[in-house]
């Protein structure tokens, strides 16, 4: 791949979605399915955000459209292929002809595997790795409602094998909606857990998409961008709670989404799928304990990109690398500890005698293909023993 002096990719393309982002703008769901030409909407999301009242104010907004609907809502945290043959079902049953997801990475992940399966039918594991998906899919309206996932923006979808214990991860520019819709104020309700630990896997997005070897320009721009703002704002917004914080690391996941689904990913995610498939574990708290380790191994091939996250970060190294280094791992431990995520894999319940397994799964993961640093199974490992 030719690169340029910034080590970014000559030649790109740069896909993202129509982005609507602003406080209250939840009300606008219903115009952007009616624009689409929906007629009867199939509505995903989960029972915590029908309790907190944002799924009413969905119902509402696309009944003002002039919209029929039909609401499912079975959907589980890591959402799993039975809970998107259940949503298939549905939407087939009532007829529906656009699909609105609103909630974290599980329901518009759902949404998204839903959509691929009543438009090419079949499993939702034929879709696996790059570029599986034939038929176009219905539209599809995103609105994410935690800090993290840019799922809402990204070409990647990731539904839970429940045979296999695994995750299987899609790559297609399908899978990108129609709509991208972010309203900062369904934050208001995020459990507090929730706040720092998916603002973590915007942490992880944003520092593999900078230093993925599919980068460009625009992706290390909005990389960067995420980086500075969860960089002001975590701390606060875990802490206190503030809107204009909460609005910050909505802001941070869509840039870091932006960034990743058009660079790709690395090691953290590659290493994280298989520990999400087989323990049922949450993506951010995996990202946060990975991420130390893996950037940790990539350091020696990225010295170039790291002054320039340094720089980006707004600390002046001045071409010395180990002061840029010190300064980006400052950064990064002072951001994981503010976040109040997991440090160990031990914490989160994963076994030791199934590392090596871990290590073989990831070896399969498209994202590992995007890692700065090659990897065979022994390197993996070790990322995996050291964040054990
Ligand atoms: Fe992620």
């Known amino acids: ?63 003002d459209a002039g919209l029929e609907f039909i609401y499912y809502d079975g959907i589980t945290p890591n959402p799993k292929d039975h809970e998107i043959e259940g949503g298939v079902r549905e939407y087939h049953r009532h007829g529906a002809d656009v699909i609105v997801g609103l909630g974290g990475g599980s329901s518009m992940d759902a949404a998204k595997a839903i959509a691929i399966l009543v438009s090419n039918g079949g499993r939702i594991s034929d879709y696996e790795g790059p570029d599986r998906i034939i038929r176009p899919l219905p539209p599809l309206v995103l609105c994410p409602t935690t800090c993290g996932t840019g799922s809402d923006v990204s070409q990647f979808a990731i539904i839970s094998d429940t045979e296999h214990l695994r995750k299987i991860c899609i790559m297609s520019r399908c899978v990108a909606p129609d709509i991208s819709l972010t309203d900062p104020n369904t934050l208001a309700t995020l459990p507090d857990e929730f706040v720092g630990t998916t603002a973590t896997d915007a942490l992880s997005h944003a520092m593999e998409a900078f230093f993925s070897i599919a980068s460009t320009t625009l992706t290390d721009v909005h990389a960067i961008k995420a980086l500075r703002l969860l960089s002001s704002s975590l701390s606060n917004a875990v802490h206190e709670r503030k809107p204009d914080d909460m609005e910050n690391l909505a802001r941070a996941s869509l840039h870091a989404g932006m960034a990743f689904s058009n660079s790709m990913l690395g090691i953290v995610h590659a290493l994280a799928h298989p520990i999400g498939g087989l323990y049922d574990a949450n993506h951010g708290s995996i990202n946060a304990i990975l991420l130390p380790e893996v950037i940790r191994y990539d350091i020696p091939v990225v010295t170039e990109k790291l002054q320039e996250l340094a ?58 293909v995007t890692s700065p640093r090659e990897a065979d199974e022994e390197d993996l490992l070790r990322i995996l023993e050291r964040s054990y």
Not at 330 to 357: C, F, H, N, Y
């Open 1 to 63: 791949m030719e690169k340029n002096p910034d080590n970014t990719l000559h030649n790109y393309k740069f896909e993202v979605p129509e982005i609507i982002f602003g406080r209250g703008m939840l009300s606008q769901v219903g115009a952007c399915a009616r624009r689409l030409g929906g007629k009867k909407v199939f509505l995903v999301s989960d029972k915590g955000l029908f309790h907190a009242g944002w799924v009413d104010q969905a119902m509402r907004s696309l009944l």
């Open 311 to 368: 720089w980006g970060l707004g600390h002046r190294a001045n071409g010395d690398i180990s002061a840029a280094n010190e300064r980006i791992q400052e950064t990064l431990d002072s951001l994981l500890e503010a976040s109040g995520a997991p440090r160990s894999l031990r914490s989160i319940g994963v076994l030791r005698k199934d590392l090596p397994e871990l290590a073989r799964q990831a070896l399969k993961d498209v994202c590992i």
